[in-house]
C-alpha cells in the first residue's frame, strides 16, 4: 500500500510538468491552429532563466589570497558574490539560495519576449500553412534553441538547488500511520505539485472571469465570427502565445530543483507532452490537465519492480501504449471536441 | 526526341569519372600499393579525433578535444612538451612521428554508435587517419573498434569503462588504456568493507546498457564476496531524467546502500534525486543509508553539486596525483586552459603518446607494427605509476584511485578528493576472466 502512494505522489509532480507544457501546447493549438514543437525549448528557457539567475546572483569579485595557492600553485584568486558584499554574508547568502524561486521574476519578462518574438517574427508566418510545415519549423526552431543554450551553458546538467528551506523530504507515511520512512516525499516537489495547481487554476480562472479570456474562448469556438464583430482576436491571440510562453517557462524554472537543467530537458518533455494533448484531446484544456496527470502516475506505477517483473520493458512504453488505447476507444481524445483536427 | 552528342573530351572525362567511381569500393584496400591503409607518404600524418562534440557528453568530448589538441602540439616539438619530459620511453623528441609533422581532423559521435562509426569511416577515407581515438561511451568505443578493426587502422580508445571493450569485444587493433568495470569494483569493494562493514544490502539502479551491465555484474560480485546481500538490479533507461519512480521503491525494500550505476548527467540526476528523497538522512536495517557512485569524474561532480558530498566512487586518474607526470600534464594543460584535465582529457592525452612512442620505437606506421610494439609493453611517467599493456586482451593495468566527493571543497576544482590510490596488483585478473570471456583478438588487419 505504501508503495502504491509512493508512486501516485511520484506521478503528481511528473504530471504537474506535463500538465502545464500540454497546457500551453493547448492554449496555442486552440488559439492560433499551430502544432508547436517548439514548445520544449520554452520550458528548457525557463529553467535556463533559473540556471542565468543563479549565475548572475553569483557574479563575483575576484581578490587575491596570498596565503592560499590555486592548482598550479600560483596565488589564489577568492571569488565572493557582489551581492554578498552589497548586503552581507548573511542576506546576500540568502539571496544567492533563493534564486529559483526569485527566477520566476525574471522568467515572466523574459518568456513573454520570447513568445512574442517568436510568434511575430517566425510562426505567423505558418499560420495558412499545412501542420506539416509547422511542425518542421516549430521543430527546427526548437533544435537551434537547444543549441544556442549549448554554446553559452554547456552540455552537462547545472545543478541549481532548492532554497535550503526546503531542501530535505517529509515523512507522510507518519501522517498516514505507517512505520517512519515508509512514504517519504521532497518538499520541493510538494511545492512544485501546488504550484503547477495554481498555475493551472490562475489560467483556466483568466479564460473563465475575465474579458479578455472570454473573447479568446470565443475566438478559439468560432474565430470569423469574433473577427467578424470587430475585435482584433490575432492580437489577443499573440498574447495567448506570449502567455502559454510563461506557463511552459514557469514549468520550466520550479523544475530545476527536481532535474539540474541541461539543453535537451525540452526536447525530452516535448514529445511526452504531445501525447498527453493527443490523449486529453486536442484543443481541451481540461483534457490536457486530466490527462498530464493521469499518465504522469501511469508511468510511475509502471516503474514499480513488480509491474516490470510482470511486463518488462512496459515502463517505457505505457504513455505510448495508453495513447494507442485511448485513441481506438475515444478517438478525439478523453475531452477532445469535435471538429478539431477534423476534416 | 532528344539527340546525344559524344565529344572527345566528354568521352574521357565520363572514362575518368567512371574509373574513379568503380576505384571507390576499395577504399580500405585503396593503399594495396603500400602496405597498409593510409599509409603516410608526405611530410605529415594525419590522427584522427572521434569524441562527442553534441549530445549529453559534449563537455567531456570538449575536454577530450583540448587533451588532444595538447598532445598533437607537444608531439610537434611545441608548448613545454608536457608528459615527454616525464615518460620513460623517451623516443619521442618534439619532431613529430617519424619525422612526420603530426596533423588531426575531428569527428562528432554525438554519443551514438551509429553517427560515431560515421565520422570515424569518414576520417579514415576522406581524410586519411592512420589512428583514431577518443569517445565517451563504450557502446560508441566498441562499435568504432569494430570499424577500426575492419579498416585496418589502430583504435585507441578515450573514456570507456565497459569490461567488454577489452572483454568478449576485444579486437587486434583495438587498445584501452582506461581502467574497467572490474577494476573499479576490485578497488572500490575494500573500502567499502573498511566504511561501511560486511553486513549490507546493497539496491542496485542500472544504466541499461553494455557499461551498466558489466559495471553493475562487477560491483555485485565483488560486494557479494565480502559478505553484502544484493538486494535488487534494476535497469533504469538511458537518459532517463527524473529517476524519482526508480528510487521510492528503494525506500521499502530492505537495502541500506544504493549503488547507482550511472554516469554522466543520468548519474548527476539520479544522484541528486535520492538525495533529495532522504536517503542520506535515513536509517535501514539500524544501519545509517548510504550511496556509491562506482564511476567518478569531476565533470559529473560539479553536476551533481552539494548531493557528491562523502559519496565514494574510483577514478582512472585524478589531476591532484603527486606524481611527476600528473604535475607536468596538469601544468600544461591548466596554463593552456586556465583549468585542470578531466580524467577523460589524461586518457585522451595519453593514448596519442603511447601511440607515437610505439610508431616511433617500432619505426614503422604499419598498424600490425604498432600492435607488436603495444602488447606486452611497460611505461611509467604518464601519471598512472608503471602500467603494463597486456599483450592478451589490449588492456592497461595501472594502479586506479578511489575518491570520495569532498565535504567542504575549497573551490570548484577540488570537488574530489582522493581516498586511496589501490595498487595494480589488486585490481589484476586473468585475461581469460569469467567477466572477459567469449571475446578474442583476432588478427591484426593491417587493412592492405
Redesign the interface.
Known amino acids: 500500500m505504501d508503495a502504491i502512494l509512493i508512486q501516485i505522489l511520484n506521478g503528481l509532480d511528473k504530471g504537474s510538468a506535463y500538465a502545464l507544457i500540454a497546457l500551453g501546447l493547448t492554449l496555442i493549438f486552440g488559439t492560433l491552429g499551430v502544432v508547436n514543437f517548439a514548445h520544449g525549448a520554452l520550458f528548457m528557457i525557463g529553467a535556463f532563466c533559473a540556471v542565468t539567475l543563479q549565475k548572475l546572483l553569483t557574479l563575483s569579485v575576484t581578490t587575491i589570497d596570498p596565503e592560499r595557492t590555486d592548482f598550479l600553485g600560483n596565488p589564489l584568486k577568492v571569488q565572493t558574490p557582489y551581492v554578498e558584499n552589497w548586503f552581507g554574508p548573511e542576506v546576500g547568502g540568502t539571496i544567492v539560495d533563493w534564486a529559483v524561486p526569485l527566477a520566476i521574476l525574471l522568467a515572466i519578462p523574459v518568456m513573454l519576449l520570447v513568445g512574442f518574438v517568436m510568434e511575430r517574427g517566425l510562426i505567423k508566418h505558418f499560420y495558412k500553412r499545412p501542420h506539416a510545415d509547422q511542425i518542421l519549423v516549430t521543430f527546427g526552431l526548437a533544435i537551434v534553441l537547444q543549441e544556442i543554450v549549448k554554446y553559452f551553458y554547456g552540455a552537462n546538467p547545472i545543478p541549481t538547488p532548492a532554497p535550503d528551506a526546503f531542501r530535505g523530504s517529509l515523512d507522510i507515511g507518519v501522517w498516514l500511520g505507517f512505520d517512519p520512512y515508509a512514504i517519504i516525499y521532497p518538499y520541493w516537489r510538494l511545492v512544485y505539485f501546488f504550484f503547477a495547481g495554481v498555475i493551472i487554476a490562475a489560467v483556466f480562472a483568466f479564460l473563465q472571469f475575465t474579458t479578455f479570456g472570454m473573447v479568446v474562448r470565443a475566438g478559439m469556438a468560432d474565430r470569423e465570427t469574433v473577427g467578424l464583430l470587430g475585435i482584433d482576436i490575432d492580437r489577443r491571440f499573440t498574447l495567448m502565445f506570449g502567455l502559454a510562453a510563461v506557463v511552459a517557462g514557469l514549468a520550466g524554472v520550479m523544475y530545476t530543483p527536481i532535474l539540474s537543467p541541461n539543453y535537451h530537458m525540452g526536447m525530452d518533455f516535448l514529445v511526452l507532452s504531445f501525447v498527453v494533448v493527443v490523449v486529453g484531446g486536442m484543443g481541451s484544456l481540461p483534457g490536457a490537465v486530466l490527462a498530464g496527470f493521469l499518465l504522469g502516475i501511469l508511468q510511475s506505477f509502471a516503474s514499480m519492480n513488480e509491474v516490470k517483473s510482470l511486463l518488462p520493458g512496459i515502463d517505457q512504453i505505457i504513455i505510448y501504449l495508453v495513447a494507442i488505447v485511448i485513441l481506438l476507444t475515444r478517438p478525439r481524445g478523453l475531452m477532445g471536441r469535435r471538429g478539431v483536427m477534423e476534416e | 526526341m532528344t539527340r546525344q552528342t559524344f565529344s572527345r573530351r566528354g568521352v574521357l572525362k565520363s572514362g575518368a569519372a567512371t574509373g574513379a567511381g568503380l576505384a571507390l569500393p576499395t577504399i580500405f584496400t585503396a593503399s594495396s600499393a603500400a602496405a597498409f591503409t593510409n599509409a603516410p607518404t608526405g611530410s605529415s600524418v594525419t590522427l584522427g579525433f572521434n569524441v562527442p562534440q553534441?549530445?549529453?557528453?559534449?563537455?567531456e568530448g570538449a575536454d577530450e578535444l583540448r587533451a588532444f589538441e595538447l598532445a598533437v602540439e607537444h608531439l610537434n616539438g611545441g608548448g613545454d612538451g608536457g608528459m615527454l619530459q616525464t615518460f620513460s620511453s623517451q623516443a619521442l623528441d618534439g619532431t613529430g612521428i617519424l619525422g612526420k609533422k603530426v596533423e588531426f581532423v575531428t569527428g562528432d559521435t554525438q554519443t551514438k554508435s551509429d553517427a560515431a562509426r560515421a565520422s570515424a569511416q569518414s576520417m579514415i577515407q576522406k581524410d586519411g587517419a592512420i589512428m583514431i581515438s577518443g569517445g565517451s561511451s563504450s557502446g560508441v568505443a566498441v562499435a568504432v573498434q569494430g570499424l577500426c578493426q575492419e579498416a585496418g587502422v589502430i583504435f585507441m580508445a578515450g573514456l570507456t569503462h565497459s569490461n567488454d571493450t577489452t572483454g568478449k569485444d576485444r579486437k587486434a587493433n583495438g587498445f584501452r588504456h582506461f581502467f574497467n568495470a572490474y577494476m573499479s569494483a576490485a578497488a572500490l569493494a575494500p573500502v567499502l568493507q573498511n566504511l561501511y562493514g560486511t553486513d549490507r544490502r546493497a539496491y542496485h539502479l542500472t544504466a541499461d546498457y553494455t557499461w551498466g551491465w558489466t559495471q553493475e555484474e562487477s560491483i555485485a560480485a565483488a560486494t557479494e564476496a565480502m559478505g553484502w546481500q544484493t538486494a535488487?538490479k534494476?535497469r533504469t533507461?538511458l537518459?532517463a531524467?527524473?529517476f524519482?519512480?526508480?528510487i521510492?521503491?528503494v525506500?521499502?525494500s530492505g537495502a541500506d546502500v544504493l549503488v547507482l550505476n550511472h554516469y554522466?548527467?543520468d548519474m548527476?540526476?539520479s544522484l541528486?534525486?535520492a538525495v533529495?528523497?532522504?536517503l542520506r538522512?535515513?536509517?535501514?536495517n539500524g544501519k545509517d543509508f548510504q550511496i556509491v557512485v562506482p564511476l567518478y569524474s569531476e565533470?559529473?561532480a560539479?553536476?551533481?553539486?552539494?548531493?557528491i558530498k562523502g559519496i565514494p566512487g574510483s577514478q582512472n586518474w585524478d589531476?591532484k596525483l603527486e606524481d611527476a607526470g600528473t604535475k607536468a600534464f596538469?601544468?600544461s594543460f591548466?596554463?593552456k586552459y586556465g583549468?585542470?584535465p578531466s580524467q577523460a582529457a589524461h586518457t585522451c592525452y595519453v593514448q596519442t603518446l603511447l601511440y607515437a612512442d610505439a610508431v616511433t620505437r617500432a619505426g614503422d606506421f604499419n598498424p600490425c607494427a604498432v600492435v607488436e610494439a603495444l602488447e606486452g609493453y611497460e611505461f611509467d611517467g604518464l601519471g598512472n605509476g608503471p602500467t603494463l599493456y597486456r599483450a592478451e586482451d589490449h588492456q592497461c593495468f595501472k594502479d586506479v584511485v578511489v575518491v570520495k566527493g569532498a565535504e567542504n571543497p575549497?573551490?570548484e576544482?577540488h570537488l574530489v578528493e582522493i581516498v586511496e590510490v589501490t595498487p595494480t596488483e589488486q585490481v589484476t585478473y586473468a585475461h581469460d576472466h569469467p567477466m572477459f570471456a567469449g571475446g578474442s583478438l583476432g588478427e591484426c588487419n593491417p587493412g592492405a
Open positions: 553534441t549530445g549529453a557528453y559534449a563537455d535488487e534494476v533507461p537518459g531524467g527524473d524519482s519512480s526508480y521510492a521503491p525506500l521499502n554522466g548527467g548527476v540526476n541528486t534525486q533529495q528523497f532522504g538522512e535515513r536509517q535501514a565533470l559529473m560539479r553536476g551533481a553539486g552539494q548531493a589531476w596538469v601544468k591548466g596554463e583549468f585542470p575549497q573551490d576544482f
